[in-house]
């Protein structure tokens, strides 16, 4: 099977052999048998395995839409392992969770994300992979029509896509060049410079901070959520560009079975762009085709959506 090729499994099934090594995509049967929801992953042109994993599965309402993706650190060893653990352990915490209901205020929301990558890294660190005990970067997105979540720990992003505005990217990287930018460096020279990627954050072997940076807004008409790895957004740093290209692959893309774009051939075109380009990583693709967002007023001067801190 095709490593961009999605997989129908349990939530307790890591999937089958492909020819890349064990499959990158978590899928739960509920989450599969939605037409809103796309995934797919690919290890590139330069890498021999895939480091990235994809987890994603619903609530059992079928409100709340659950995106991670992790990266593994490709300089420690059980990187590919690093990932999947952290992404199913993350996934299936955050699932659980929402049979409690989603967090009302902020404290509850950053404890719930917090819980859930404590509990990621905790697996890692408890289950090393033979070669050892590697380590990755991880978002996490909760997503329903009321209000998207988002978490992350590392460069792995997420996107807000409207259907008219702007795009919006709503992680904030733990890198080198970040932490620059944030003492007031351009971004373009931050991002120009040497080791202007190298993480400051990541889960698994040798982490010391695991606090995640969380953000709540509340979508206000239909669009895309995207939860991407490295191996998408180098290619395309600018969101309203990454928006434009999402627009493009969903209007050329043929209708799913609701008879709208079809969210699995837009994320397989967007990892078949990455490559493209050059495919010089592993490129993960997670989407949420937010349909049934009603159209509302934009937020007050008084209460802009903003990170939940």
């Given at each position: 099977m095709h490593s961009s090729e999605r997989q129908l499994m349990t939530t307790s099934d890591i999937g089958s052999a492909t020819p890349h090594g064990t499959a990158r995509i978590r899928i739960s049967q509920a989450a599969g048998s939605r037409a809103d929801i796309g995934?797919?992953?690919?290890?590139g042109l330069r890498h021999p395995t895939n480091q990235d994993f994809a987890a994603v599965d619903v609530d059992r309402d079928g409100c709340h839409v659950v995106l991670v993706v992790a990266d593994g650190v490709s300089s420690t060893d059980g990187a590919e392992d690093a990932a999947r653990t952290a992404a199913t352990t993350a996934c299936?915490?955050?699932?659980?969770?929402?049979?409690?209901?989603?967090?009302?205020?902020?404290?509850?929301?950053?404890?719930?994300?917090?819980?859930?990558?404590?509990?990621?890294?905790?697996?890692?660190?408890?289950?090393?992979?033979?070669?050892?005990?590697?380590?990755?970067?991880?978002?996490?997105?909760?997503?329903?029509?009321d209000r998207i979540l988002v978490a992350n720990v590392g460069d792995t992003r997420a996107y807000w896509f409207p259907a008219d505005g702007a795009a919006r990217r709503l992680t904030v990287d733990?890198?080198?060049?970040?932490?620059?930018?944030?003492?007031?460096?351009?971004?373009?020279?931050?991002?120009?410079?040497?080791?202007?990627?190298?993480?400051?954050?990541?889960?698994?072997?040798?982490?010391?901070?695991?606090?995640?940076?969380?953000?709540?807004?509340?979508?206000?008409?239909?669009?895309?959520?995207?939860?991407?790895?490295?191996?998408?957004?180098?290619?395309?740093?600018?969101?309203?560009?990454?928006?434009?290209?999402?627009?493009?692959?969903?209007?050329?893309?043929?209708?799913?079975?609701?008879?709208?774009?079809?969210?699995?051939?837009?994320?397989?075109?967007?990892?078949?762009?990455?490559?493209?380009?050059?495919?010089?990583?592993?490129?993960?693709?997670?989407?949420?085709?937010?349909?049934?967002?009603?159209?509302?007023p934009e937020a007050s001067p008084s209460s802009p959506d903003a990170p939940v801190e």
């Open positions: 995934v797919a992953t690919d290890v299936d915490y955050l699932t659980a969770a929402l049979a409690q209901g989603l967090p009302v205020s902020d404290d509850a929301v950053i404890s719930l994300f917090g819980r859930a990558v404590q509990r990621a890294h905790q697996a890692v660190v408890d289950n090393p992979a033979p070669e050892g005990t590697g380590a990755c970067t991880l978002v996490s997105a909760i997503c329903s029509v733990d890198s080198v060049a970040q932490a620059q930018i944030d003492m007031g460096m351009s971004r373009e020279e931050a991002e120009a410079g040497a080791g202007a990627h190298a993480i400051t954050k990541w889960i698994g072997a040798r982490a010391t901070d695991l606090e995640p940076r969380v953000l709540s807004i509340r979508p206000r008409m239909p669009g895309w959520v995207m939860v991407c790895s490295d191996g998408l957004w180098n290619h395309v740093p600018d969101p309203t560009d990454l928006a434009g290209l999402v627009g493009h692959y969903a209007a050329a893309a043929a209708p799913g079975a609701d008879g709208r774009p079809d969210p699995d051939a837009v994320a397989a075109a967007l990892t078949e762009f990455a490559n493209a380009q050059g495919g010089f990583d592993n490129v993960t693709v997670a989407l949420w085709r937010a349909d049934d967002v009603p159209v509302r």
